[in-house]
């Protein structure tokens, strides 16, 4: 069964020699994006929407990362890092600020600014939407709610707001300010430092008819390691960086859960985790909502804070970027200059739904395919055991009507065909041998 497609850039990748098939990744995936066969995991790269789930709860870290490589940064003569507020929040507060610049110029960026100093002007910005779009108008901050809405909400899609998120209008600033330098495409690079996976798509795969300028997205949880060292070991300072750390309280609270929606004027609402994202869009696809201006939606719990490259625990990270808040003031030098910079560029294109395709192109085969499943389903036992390698009954039967399933991989109704003689044992474990691979039989005895 070949579910790898790649219509979109895939943030993750599962090393097959570390899967053990244990199917925990199956059961978290909220498109259902994920199937065990040959006691592999695999993902259906066109319903994947980097929410990084998957990578939460796989026990043997067989799910990678597909970040940049550290050493891209080396192909410019400028480097710039856009540093998001909750990088600086991974730290205790008796880290000095100073000494963690130092050791990102000492690592071989030139440059250092902080990703939100775009939010005060994305934030009027925002709000001028807001006035005149339909409601409820939903935030285009977190990629992965976007992602989610194009492939399971479809008639949410046009609800999404079309403004770019802090990180591409910072991008954006630093383009439009080299240019104005006179310094060449080929000499600088603009990369990026991600908390969340959702994030690396959405530069290399943006939505919106856009194009991101940053050429490199670089993990946040890795990069933790590399600094915190350098600290602990005091390892020497002998380059100098260009600090551009202008940032306002508003700016360092944008990603936690509330530090969109609380700037938003009209009825806003804040909502955070997968879990509660999905029954929310739920009950808004089902106009169960009324009478909201503006949602900010955020896949992961406690927001940016507990993206899954975060290294602190999403609480203390939080409660961290709330302190660092408290200490500076609402606003920064810097407004007037984005606001020049940017107001031509902060806006998107429509965003199109992400077909699913599940069963065919062609609208009245796909309309038959579907009923064969909806039957098909009425055989299962109903109890989504995953013991088939897919994730729900449901799932099982849309695999079989597509032709990637054999309706025996059900062990419930291969029983009932075993006792009938439909079966023999010997291709009942044929096909036990094809979801959970032949290695572990053979482990097995
Ligand atoms: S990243 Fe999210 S959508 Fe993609 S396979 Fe993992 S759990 Fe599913
Ligand atoms: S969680 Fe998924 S990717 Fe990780 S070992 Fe289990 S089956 Fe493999």
Request: hydrophobic share 40%; aromatic share 8%.
């Amino acid at each position: 069964m070949n579910i790898k497609h790649s219509t979109y850039h895939r943030a993750l990748e599962i090393t097959e020699n570390i899967c053990i098939g244990c199917s925990h990744c199956i059961k978290v995936c909220p498109t259902e994006a994920l199937r065990v066969f040959g006691g592999k995991a695999g993902i259906h790269a066109d319903w994947c929407i980097d929410c990084g789930e998957c990578y939460r709860v796989c026990p043997t870290r067989a799910i990678r990362v597909m970040d940049d490589d550290f050493n891209k940064i080396f192909d410019y003569k400028h480097r710039v890092l856009l540093v998001p507020s909750v990088f600086f929040a991974q730290f205790s507060e008796s880290v000095p600020r100073e000494s963690i610049y130092n050791i990102i110029g000492e690592l071989g960026f030139t440059e250092v600014c902080a990703v939100e100093q775009s939010v005060d002007s994305l934030i009027d910005e925002i709000n001028e939407y807001v006035k005149i779009e339909e409601k409820p108008v939903i935030s285009s901050f977190c990629p992965a709610v976007i992602r989610l809405i194009q492939v399971r909400f479809p008639s949410l899609v046009d609800h999404i707001m079309k403004l770019l998120p802090p990180i591409e209008i910072t991008a954006q600033y630093y383009k439009k300010r080299f240019e104005r330098d006179g310094i060449s495409d080929n000499d600088y690079g603009i990369f990026y430092l991600t908390p969340c996976i959702g994030k690396i798509a959405a530069v290399k795969s943006p939505v919106g008819g856009y194009t991101s300028p940053i050429h490199g997205v670089l993990n946040m949880d890795y990069f933790y390691n590399k600094v915190y060292l350098a600290y602990k070991q005091r390892i020497p300072i002998t380059k100098t960086i260009i600090i551009n750390s202008e940032l306002s309280s508003k700016g360092v609270l944008f990603p936690t859960t509330g530090g969109e929606s609380s700037h938003i004027k009209g009825k806003t609402l804040a909502i955070d985790g997968m879990k509660n994202v999905i029954d929310f869009l739920e009950m808004l696809e089902n106009e169960e909502i009324k009478n909201v201006d503006f949602l900010e939606i955020r896949a992961c719990d406690e927001s940016c804070a507990g993206g899954i490259l975060s290294h602190r625990n999403r609480f203390l990270t939080a409660d961290s970027l709330r302190s660092i808040a408290s200490k500076i003031p609402d606003t920064h030098n810097l407004v007037d200059k984005y606001k020049n910079y940017c107001s031509a560029v902060v806006h998107m294109d429509k965003i199109e739904p992400r077909s699913m395709v599940k069963y065919d192109r062609d609208i009245e085969i796909a309309i038959k395919k579907m009923e064969n499943a909806r039957e098909l389903k009425l055989m299962f036992p109903g109890i989504d055991c995953g013991a088939c390698g897919a994730p729900s009954c449901e799932a099982l039967a849309e695999d079989v009507v597509r032709g990637q399933a054999d309706i025996n991989a059900c062990i419930f109704l291969r029983t009932i065909f075993e006792k009938r003689g439909e079966i023999t044992i010997k291709e009942a474990i044929k096909i036990m041998e094809e979801i959970w691979g032949k290695e572990r039989f053979d482990k097995n005895d």
